[in-house]
């Protein structure tokens, strides 16, 4: 009998778990049989690495051998576990336990000749090694620039098996850590490119300061996609805390670049009106894969022509709208993503759309069902409405509006104030702010929410309504420099909750 052992990790979500991986070999007739609650592409993995052991000069087993992978509750999906079970093979096989084996977890997929390629999740999964203590991990050579962004611990890329034997046995060497890891460029398109449309560029800057949803409405060629597009480069770049939760979202989904893994500015994902539930909030057999709601973390979730998706898919963004991740049961487990994004969505008018509203040829029933989608409890968490107007002759070829960067300037005086005053509330922009905080620690002057009150008691307001009213309130006094807001900012708050925008 001998017993070969090695660790890898099963990722969950964005959170990983530590498996450790037997391999026992004993007498009996030839076979292979593993254990564990493998899916799939992991009971394929049999197959795959047989043939690198055997290509890189190792003996496979010609007796009973069974992998085990513990925990044996814990639903264990993809290729990841190569690396990890061709080495508890060769230890079984050899009778040799390396100290490096012992201490060491292991990543990657493994080719037919020994090379490793690379896998999805590895930064989720090198965090999760740091947590729990592990000195040292070692990932495929692609996938090094995403596991050198975990410090505190010792990361190595892996071309092949091979390599990887000789260095658990101290006879060869691996690669080390990149030392800097690039950022991804993103290219920031400027605000200034959008003509004319100050109403709709002053809520475009709103939203940024306070990270507020946005609804623009209008004829198409108006700008209300250019408007979506220049929100991110409004916003102030991500923390390191924030990058590595964003990056390791991305690094979930499989959209990571393998030399600019790490994401430092916040992203725009803008699903087709076409996607289904699962696309827009994740799903998939087995464990739930992230969707373009987690995808958007930290950053926009652009919906064009969202009168034209459908009611299910539209509903099921309420919930992250409120709580900021996404829970999705599936049958293996619970898949739990962070999912705190800003809302921009666009819609024409009614379906024909035309440049003037007098060629309408709509009757008022298709009208009020085209944007009837939009239901009355996700409108109500849409803070910014506004109706964006076909530009007037003038406005082309006139003098361009503020750059983004300009913009971007009083966006970060805004969210700097924000974050101050709340951050003994465990809070950082207005949108986040509890209601009862606003209502209670917070109270404006009874002359100041007069306004409100009076929409209140004729139900052109609900009590979230109020709430996130005084949220945008307060960031146009951020935006002004004021340290409460004032008449002015309520009404004008008031009036984007209002179905003609404000001006």
């Given at each position: 009998m001998a017993l070969g052992r090695a660790y890898s990790v099963a990722v969950r979500g964005v959170d990983g778990t530590i498996v450790e991986i037997e391999a026992d070999i004993t007498n009996g007739l030839p076979g292979v049989h593993l254990v564990g609650l493998p899916d799939a592409a992991l009971q394929e993995s049999r197959d795959r690495v047989r043939a690198a052991i055997t290509n890189c000069g190792n003996e496979w087993p010609q007796t009973r051998l069974t992998l085990a992978l513990s925990p044996a509750t814990l639903p264990k999906m993809g290729s990841v576990y190569d690396i990890a079970l061709a080495m508890?093979?060769?230890?079984?096989?050899?009778?040799?336990?390396?100290?490096?084996?012992?201490?060491?977890?292991?990543?990657?997929?493994?080719?037919?000749?020994?090379?490793?390629?690379?896998?999805?999740?590895?930064?989720?999964?090198?965090?999760?090694?740091?947590?729990?203590?592990?000195?040292?991990?070692?990932?495929?050579?692609?996938n090094l620039a995403e596991a050198s962004l975990v410090d505190g611990i010792e990361v190595w890329g892996a071309r092949t098996l091979r390599q990887v034997q000789a260095w658990l046995a101290g006879k060869g060497a691996l690669d080390d850590r990149v030392a800097e890891v690039a950022a991804e460029d993103q290219p920031v398109a400027d605000l200034a490119d959008v003509v004319g449309q100050t109403h709709a560029r002053f809520a475009v800057?709103?939203?940024?300061?306070?990270?507020?949803?946005?609804?623009?409405?209008?004829?198409?060629?108006?700008?209300?996609?250019?408007?979506?597009?220049?929100?991110?480069?409004?916003?102030?770049?991500?923390?390191?805390?924030?990058?590595?939760?964003?990056?390791?979202?991305?690094?979930?989904?499989?959209?990571?670049?393998?030399?600019?893994?790490l994401i430092t500015r916040p992203v725009l994902v803008a699903p087709h009106h076409t996607s289904t539930v699962a696309a827009m909030v994740g799903g998939g057999s087995g464990l739930a894969r992230p969707g373009a709601v987690s995808r958007a973390h930290r950053g926009v979730l652009f919906l064009d022509e969202?009168?034209?998706?459908?009611?299910?898919?539209?509903?099921?963004?309420?919930?992250?709208?409120?709580?900021?991740?996404?829970?999705?049961?599936?049958?293996?487990?619970?898949?739990?993503?962070?999912?705190?994004?800003?809302?921009v969505m666009a819609a024409?008018?009614?379906?024909?759309?035309?440049?003037?509203?007098?060629?309408?040829?709509?009757?008022?029933?298709?009208?009020?069902?085209?944007?009837?989608?939009?239901?009355?409890?996700?409108?109500?968490?849409?803070?910014?409405?506004?109706?964006?107007h076909p530009v007037p002759s003038g406005s082309i070829g006139s003098e361009e509006g503020e750059s983004t960067a300009v913009v971007r300037d009083r966006v970060a005086a805004a969210r700097d104030a924000a974050a101050a005053r709340w951050a003994p509330h465990g809070v950082r922009t207005?949108?986040?702010?509890?209601?009862?905080?606003?209502?209670?620690?917070f109270r404006l002057d009874r002359t100041v929410m007069a306004p409100l009150r009076s929409?209140?008691?004729?139900?052109?307001?609900?009590?979230?309504?109020?709430?996130?009213?005084?949220?945008?309130?307060?960031?146009?006094?951020?935006?002004?420099?004021?340290?409460?807001?004032?008449?002015?900012?309520?009404?004008?708050?008031?009036?984007?909750?209002?179905?003609?925008g404000a001006r």
């Open positions: 508890a093979v060769i230890s079984a096989e050899k009778k040799t336990s390396w100290a490096r084996l012992d201490k060491t977890v292991l990543l990657g997929e493994l080719a037919l000749d020994g090379r490793v390629r690379p896998v999805k999740g590895v930064l989720p999964a090198v965090l999760a090694a740091k947590r729990e203590g592990w000195p040292s991990v070692v990932v495929p050579i692609d800057e709103v939203a940024a300061a306070g990270a507020h949803h946005l609804l623009l409405t209008g004829p198409p060629g108006v700008g209300k996609t250019m408007l979506a597009q220049r929100l991110p480069g409004l916003l102030p770049p991500l923390t390191h805390d924030e990058s590595l939760e964003v990056t390791a979202i991305h690094s979930v989904a499989g959209l990571l670049s393998g030399r600019t893994p969202c009168a034209e998706i459908g009611s299910s898919v539209l509903e099921a963004l309420r919930t992250p709208l409120e709580d900021g991740e996404i829970r999705l049961a599936r049958r293996d487990g619970v898949s739990q993503y962070p999912a705190r994004f800003q809302l024409n008018p009614c379906p024909c759309a035309p440049a003037r509203s007098s060629d309408c040829v709509c009757p008022a029933v298709v009208k009020r069902r085209y944007l009837g989608k939009l239901s009355g409890p996700l409108m109500d968490r849409v803070d910014l409405r506004v109706e964006v207005n949108a986040e702010v509890p209601g009862p905080l606003l209502r209670r620690r929409a209140l008691d004729k139900g052109d307001l609900s009590v979230r309504g109020v709430d996130r009213t005084l949220r945008v309130a307060w960031t146009l006094a951020d935006l002004k420099g004021r340290t409460m807001p004032v008449l002015e900012d309520v009404n004008t708050a008031l009036s984007f909750r209002q179905a003609g």
